[in-house]
């Protein structure tokens, strides 16, 4: 049965793939088709022929190759020589067209993937989802430890947003956690105080029960351990900034780049830009007790007495808000290692837009995603560490198939909506090999009002095209070692 599962996630990933590229050389075509340029081949996929056709007395053969990474429209004028016997007016070819047809024609295959996107999103957002919002929103198991301290479903706990940065190390460092008490003690030990944390990486609908994302942590003053900022967003959200040996007096953005001391720091905006910095506060460390985020307690007790506070509606001038309200507290155990359940997970409910609003959405999220992406690419050349977290083709199939088993299928579309978007930004580099870079060319010829010689174009398109398929193939080898060396070594 997994075997099948297996080979099922890979066609469909084969299928979604294909798709995103049979729209995106069907734009060239059709735009070329509306202007006459003569196209002697539509092919999706590279490398070996597998199959052809040619309709009788039709003009353009479409091509099945057997490497489904790729695709493309030959059209005459691109350097491609006719087939002996074929004559064609200069007229049709791609380079004797008006440098505006040329432009659209270049700027079809782009257009259709996000007439794609928006198409995969409104579908995505059409489909009801089981989702969750609010980190501290929670449902509680009946008869559990937390159940009996007097937590309920659908109630608020408080969690602080705590950002942990640690630049010293042998690499930058970076976490998020969220801070619910710091007056957790161990097998009544009241003489020595704790601090319990969630740390949701790896969360999924099927596995969201806290105790597998609680970690506990010693605390110390935070003047030991560096600055604490208190960063405000437009949307209302805080976030605190732990900056381990570092103590600026205040941390300014420039340009989108975090500054302290005049030194540049590698910090990821939690909200990836969706939401603008409000201020940047230092908080006063004075009496502060934090956890510190280096110092993880290993579950070596018997039972440990974590408290969470509840989130309640306030009265007066807090109506409308979540204060804080009773406190529940109880003890949580571990068994060789494992923190055992306590009966506290999220708490997720059905969304279901309508058209209207699922129309409007996907909208909303194409502007997000094509921004994200403008921002990710530009941190590539700005931020050496934004390498370590991009991936290839592998990282694609493995990322998709695994948003498919734990988000299901409208997760799992609306991913292929963003890698959609991802496809149309990337083709508008000015990148040698892309489409951007001969609509560059085209607006330069149209300005210069002279051609750039073919010979020239030619070596420049196949020098970008070389490092760019040396790019996918280093893309590959880390794919590789991080999906299957690491999965054999661990």
Request: glycine letters at 8%; charged letters at 20%.
């Amino acid at each position: 049965m997994q075997v099948l599962s297996t080979i099922l996630y890979i066609l469909l990933f084969i299928v979604f793939l294909s798709v995103l590229i049979i729209v995106h050389e069907l734009g060239h075509l059709a735009a070329a088709k509306a202007f006459n340029v003569y196209c002697l081949e539509y092919s999706v996929g590279m490398g070996p022929l597998l199959f052809k056709f040619k309709r009788k007395n039709g003009e353009t053969q479409f091509s099945l190759r057997g490497i489904p990474f790729g695709g493309y429209v030959s059209m005459y004028g691109e350097g491609v020589e006719l087939p002996e016997g074929v004559e064609v007016p200069p007229e049709r070819s791609l380079n004797n067209i008006k440098w505006w047809k040329r432009a659209i024609i270049l700027v079809a295959g782009v257009t259709m993937n996000s007439i794609l996107a928006i198409t995969f999103f409104f579908i995505s957002n059409c489909i009801p989802q089981q989702t969750y919002d609010y980190i501290n929103q929670v449902a509680i198991k009946e008869s559990s430890a937390a159940y009996n301290a007097g937590l309920r479903s659908e109630e608020y706990i408080k969690v602080e947003n705590w950002q942990y940065y640690d630049e010293v190390a042998a690499q930058p460092v970076q976490k998020t956690f969220f801070l619910a008490d710091i007056a957790t003690t161990f097998d009544n030990d009241e003489s020595v105080k704790y601090a319990t944390c969630f740390n949701f990486v790896g969360l999924s609908l099927k596995n969201a029960d806290f105790a597998n994302f609680t970690y506990i942590y010693e605390t110390k003053n935070a003047s030991e351990l560096g600055s604490v900022f208190l960063v405000t967003y437009e949307n209302g959200s805080t976030v605190k900034f732990l900056l381990r040996n570092e103590n600026p007096e205040t941390i300014e953005i420039d340009k989108g780049v975090w500054k302290a001391n005049g030194k540049n720091l590698t910090i990821q905006d939690p909200y990836q830009g969706q939401y603008k910095v409000q201020s940047i506060t230092k908080v006063l460390d004075e009496g502060l007790i934090i956890p510190d985020f280096s110092r993880y307690v290993k579950p070596t007790f018997e039972n440990a007495s974590i408290h969470i506070t509840k989130k309640v509606p306030g009265t007066g001038e807090q109506e409308g808000k979540l204060v804080d309200g009773d406190v529940a507290s109880f003890n949580i155990q571990q068994k060789e290692g494992v923190i055992s359940t306590y009966g506290c997970s999220l708490y997720f409910y059905t969304v279901q837009l309508n058209p209207g609003q699922a129309f409007g959405k996907s909208f909303r999220d194409f502007g997000e995603s094509s921004v994200l992406l403008v921002r990710a690419i530009g941190d590539l050349f700005t931020k050496p560490s934004a390498w370590k977290d991009t991936g290839g083709i592998i990282a694609v199939a493995f990322e998709t198939t695994g948003v498919l088993q734990n988000f299901g299928f409208a997760r799992f579309l609306y991913v292929w909506a963003f890698i959609s978007v991802n496809l149309a930004v990337f083709n508008l580099l000015p990148f040698p090999g892309l489409d951007g870079w001969q609509l560059l060319v085209t607006f330069i010829e149209a300005g210069t009002r002279k051609k750039i010689p073919d010979k020239v174009k030619n070596i420049v398109s196949l020098i970008g095209l070389g490092l760019l398929l040396l790019l996918m193939g280093a893309l590959v080898v880390k794919d590789v070692a991080r999906y299957f060396f690491m999965a054999v070594v661990l």
